[in-house]
C-alpha cells in the first residue's frame, strides 16, 4: 500500500468548512483513497473513499486531483463532535481479507 | 446496517489472569475478522486477522500463546489476553470484513491490567 504523509493537527472554526490534506505521490492505478476518523476512545469509522473521481456522501466531500498525488477531505460545516483523528489510507480493494495500515493521521481539533 | 458490537468497553483485570473479549458482527456475516491493538496517543496497529473455521494470523511480534483468538461462527470472534500484564494494558479494537464493501469496526475495549 502506498505511503501517505498527513499534518498532525489542524484547527477549524464551527461551522466552517475543514479542508483536511493527504499525499500520496506514490499512488498506483489501482489504489483506492480512504478516509477513516476516529473519535476518542472509539473505533474507526468509515468516512469516504475514491480512485479518481471527486466523491461526496452525506458526511463528507473527497477531492482526488487529477495526478492523484495528493486528495483532499472537506467537512462542509464543521462541529464540535468531528473533532477526531482522520486517517487517510491509500490501498488496493482486495476483497477485505486483510487488515487496513493506519498512519498518524491528523487530529482535527474544532474550535467553539 | 454493517453494525460491529464489541464487549466488554472496559475491563479491569488482576496480572496474571486472562481476559476474553468478543466481537460480533450484528447484521451481515463476516468471514474475516481483524484485531487491533492502540498504546496512548498512538496510531491502531493490527495484532492479528481471524478467519471463520481456520487458525489466526499473527502480525510480527504478535504472541500468538498470548493472545488467543477463536472465530467459531460467522457472527463471532474472541480474543483472549492470557496472562495479562500490565504492559498488556491498551485499547483493543476489532473489525468486521465487509469484503468489497469495506469494514466495520467495534467500539472497542479499554483494558487496565492491576
Known amino acids: 500500500d502506498a505511503k501517505t504523509t498527513q499534518p498532525p493537527s489542524m484547527d477549524c472554526a464551527e461551522g466552517r468548512a475543514a479542508n483536511l490534506p493527504c499525499n500520496h505521490s506514490?499512488?498506483?492505478?489501482?489504489?483506492?483513497v480512504y478516509w477513516y476518523r476516529q473519535i476518542h476512545s472509539q473505533g474507526p469509522q468509515y468516512i469516504i473513499h475514491?480512485?479518481?473521481n471527486n466523491e461526496t456522501n452525506e458526511m463528507a466531500s473527497l477531492i482526488i486531483t487529477e495526478d492523484r498525488k495528493s486528495s483532499t477531505l472537506i467537512l462542509p460545516h464543521a462541529t464540535l463532535r468531528d473533532t477526531a483523528v482522520y486517517y487517510c489510507i491509500v490501498r488496493v480493494v482486495r476483497g477485505g481479507a486483510d487488515g487496513l495500515t493506519f498512519g498518524k493521521g491528523t487530529h482535527l481539533i474544532i474550535q467553539p | 446496517g454493517a453494525v460491529v458490537s464489541q464487549h466488554p468497553s472496559r475491563v479491569i483485570c488482576k496480572s496474571g489472569t486472562s481476559v476474553k473479549i468478543e466481537c460480533r458482527s450484528l447484521?451481515?456475516?463476516?468471514?474475516?475478522m481483524f484485531w487491533y491493538r492502540q498504546f496512548p496517543k498512538q496510531s491502531l496497529m493490527l495484532m492479528a486477522t481471524?478467519?471463520?473455521?481456520?487458525?489466526?494470523?499473527?502480525e510480527q511480534g504478535v504472541e500468538k500463546d498470548k493472545f488467543l483468538i477463536n472465530h467459531a461462527s460467522l457472527t463471532l470472534s474472541t480474543l483472549t489476553v492470557t496472562s495479562a500484564h500490565p504492559e498488556d494494558s491498551s485499547f483493543y479494537i476489532c473489525?468486521?470484513?465487509?469484503?468489497?464493501?469495506?469494514?466495520?469496526f467495534g467500539s472497542g475495549t479499554r483494558l487496565t491490567v492491576v
Open positions: 473489525s468486521a470484513s465487509r469484503g468489497d464493501y469495506g469494514y466495520t
Open positions: 481471524s478467519n471463520e473455521g481456520s487458525k489466526a494470523t499473527y
Open positions: 475514491g480512485l479518481k
Open positions: 506514490t499512488i498506483s492505478g489501482n489504489e483506492y
Open positions: 447484521d451481515f456475516q463476516a468471514t474475516t
